[in-house]
């Protein structure tokens, strides 16, 4: 293995703000944070909604919340809404004329989900699902509201969710996600699409006749990594293919002219943190074209304002609101911060002429807050959390590796002791194709915050290494049927940039990960004895019998450009399995017993293994659980466990 110690450019972020006990382990029970999702804004610009919820490590899964409506000049709040007590808010939707809201409300006792349409303090429940549903959109025409909606759903949408139990007839009747509308004066909820097809995304046709959306047929969690783009008729629901490229596909959106439909395209491992070019094809059918070829940044939503064509993206370590020119190209950036941000429809939610933006950003010492206002300028229009933030030195290290530009964030203490040394945590992100922003952690379910890291006394470094978004479809795809070579080359090369630009102990390094982070963590122990400690969430330890188990093998095709079945080759030679005698490093392995992404078996596998060898670990199976770790009391003992392991022979 080669190590480059070349740093190029060090950039350095520092987030000042209220003191914090940098030196004190966090308390049991952390500080409650306000948190706010499924952001709106009306046409007009003059408010805003979201979901809000007070969040604690004893609610972190599954929180009720309320519907707060809010000023975007001030933030005041003009509107409080809760109309169903026993639902948990999903999705919201303002009317063209900003006078409706529709909101999506599961009641998961019940099973059912209720579409509602809000007019002031008038409630009316357009119809109620036995099932699941998603994204609500008004028609143009504004006589009817579309969401797609599972009927009799078996578990929540997505890969990412516990699977059901693998019994009796193994595949059969998988769950149909469809587009279904409802008219705004009163009917039944049809069901627009056929049953056979499973839709991911989807928006409305300017002429309200009909949909594009991305789909494919079978298993809806899956086939997504095959998905292609169709048409749906609103009075048939007759399919028509629009475009089958030889890349992963997302966020379709029709021009205005009704002639041309947009969709984020590229090489993409997971339904969620998608990103990629954008492209174009013709409505009728066609070839797409790439819009952005070289663009270094990742472009991850696209709404259309107007005849005006709005994107976000992810520019190296940047989150962006970019507008395109008139002839859909030269993006140009509107507004760009070093922190996670997100809206319901992409990243930042658009008035309808453009020019006042909202969102909710986060980073790693500012909790979520939401900002508004003219896009270029966007402030903070809520302070709920105010009294959360934590002062950190927080770097945007960037280094050299193979030839290649490679950044990552390293988070550490604002002050600290002359002469002290520190242990120090890498981090390495999901996916591969996904990216590290700046995040405070309100999201418990993959790891615990940075800042109470730091405050156990780490340095926390968290890679972007080739594969991941933030610099272009040439970085995302460097790692094609390359798993665990330059990838894993940029990491430790960044592990060495990182201890020229802080007091970090080389001698007391310590690597996490959770999915294909886990995996680089299992791959890591068996290539290095660098690392001190080592944990292993939903890790892959051997391809060969991860293929035949997993519920969404057709992932990996675009990766390896061919099955297991075909090249058995290329998918043994980056399993960990197969260097397993090479590892000294105490290792803990942790996974949810329903994970369909990547099976229990892969953490009992390694966890056999390492005993088999004398190595010391340790295996936690949270039940119920599937590829993230929701329910409260797993979370609760996650956010122990951890900590607990690295402080045992890292010493902090």
């Not at 705004?184 to 309200?208: A, C, F, I, M």
């Not at 490679?406 to 520190?422: D, E, H, M, N, T």
């Amino acid at each position: 293995m080669s190590c480059f110690r070349h740093l190029t450019t060090l950039a350095c972020i520092a987030v000042i703000a209220a003191p914090a006990a940098a030196a004190e382990a966090p308390a049991a029970t952390a500080p409650p944070v306000h948190t706010y999702s499924a952001l709106v804004i009306t046409p007009a610009g003059d408010l805003v909604a979201s979901v809000e919820d007070v969040r604690t490590w004893e609610n972190a899964a599954e929180p009720h919340g309320k519907i707060v409506v809010r000023a975007v000049h001030d933030g005041r709040v003009v509107e409080t809404l809760d109309p169903c007590a026993t639902c948990r808010y999903s999705a919201l939707a303002w009317s063209a004329d900003g006078g409706a809201l529709a909101v999506l409300g599961t009641d998961a006792a019940a099973g059912t989900t209720q579409i509602l349409l809000l007019r002031g303090e008038h409630i009316t429940t357009l119809a109620t699902l036995q099932g699941i549903a998603s994204t609500p959109r008004f028609a143009p025409d504004g006589r009817s509201l579309a969401v797609l909606a599972t009927i009799a759903a078996k578990k929540k949408t997505g890969a990412l969710e516990a699977g059901v139990p693998q019994v009796g007839d193994i595949g059969a009747e998988p769950d149909e996600q469809r587009i279904a509308v409802v008219a705004l004066d009163g009917g039944e909820l049809r069901l627009v699409s056929p049953p056979d097809t499973y839709v991911y995304e989807y928006g409305w046709t300017p002429d309200s006749k009909g949909f594009v959306g991305t789909a494919a047929k079978g298993d809806g969690d899956n086939n997504w990594w095959i998905a292609e783009l169709d048409g749906f008729d609103l009075a048939t629901g007759a399919v028509r293919r629009i475009a089958k490229p030889d890349m992963q596909v997302s966020m379709p959106t029709v021009a205005p002219d009704g002639r041309h439909v947009m969709f984020v395209g590229g090489l993409m491992s997971d339904f969620g943190p998608t990103a990629g070019d954008v492209y174009e094809v013709a409505a009728g059918g066609g070839v797409p074209v790439d819009m952005t070829p070289g663009f270094r940044g990742s472009f991850d939503s696209l709404l259309w304002r107007g005849k005006h064509l709005y994107a976000s993206a992810v520019i190296v370590d940047r989150a962006a609101l970019l507008e395109f020119d008139a002839g859909g190209h030269a993006p140009k950036i509107l507004w760009s911060a070093p922190v996670t941000a997100s809206a319901a429809d992409g990243k930042v939610a658009v008035s309808a002429d453009g020019r006042t933006g909202a969102s909710v950003t986060e980073d790693f010492g500012h909790a979520p807050r939401i900002i508004a206002g003219a896009i270029a300028g966007m402030l903070p229009i809520t302070h709920d959390n105010d009294g959360l933030t934590v002062d950190l030195d927080v770097q945007s290290v960037r280094w050299k590796s193979d030839g290649l530009d490679v950044q990552g964030w390293l988070v550490g203490p604002a002050s600290r002791p002359p002469g002290k040394r520190y242990p120090m945590i890498v981090h390495v992100h999901g996916g591969p194709s996904a990216v590290v922003l700046p995040s405070f952690g309100t999201d418990y379910s993959a790891y615990t915050p940075m800042h109470e890291w730091v405050a156990r006394g780490y340095y926390m470094f968290l890679p972007n290494p080739r594969g991941s978004f933030g610099q272009g479809a040439q970085f995302t795809s460097a790692n094609y049927r390359d798993f665990g070579g330059g990838d894993f080359r940029d990491i430790m090369s960044g592990v060495d940039a990182a201890e020229k630009a802080a007091p970090i102990d080389d001698h007391r390094l310590g690597i996490h990960g959770h999915s294909y982070g886990g995996f680089m963590t299992m791959w890591a122990v068996t290539r290095t004895n660098r690392f001190r400690a080592a944990i292993a969430g939903a890790g892959l330890s051997n391809w060969i019998s991860y293929y035949g188990l997993n519920g969404i093998d057709t992932w990996m095709i675009p990766f390896f450009g061919a099955s297991m079945y075909d090249d058995p080759a290329a998918y043994r030679a980056i399993s960990p399995l197969e260097s397993i005698k090479q590892v000294h490093t105490p290792t803990l392995l942790y996974t949810g017993e329903f994970d369909v992404e990547v099976p229990a078996s892969q953490s009992f596998e390694f966890w056999h293994a390492l005993r088999a060898m004398g190595v010391t670990t340790e295996l936690h199976v949270y039940p119920g659980e599937g590829h993230l770790i929701r329910q409260a009391e797993h979370v609760t003992d996650l956010r122990r466990r951890l900590p607990e392991w690295f402080d045992r022979y890292l010493t902090p």
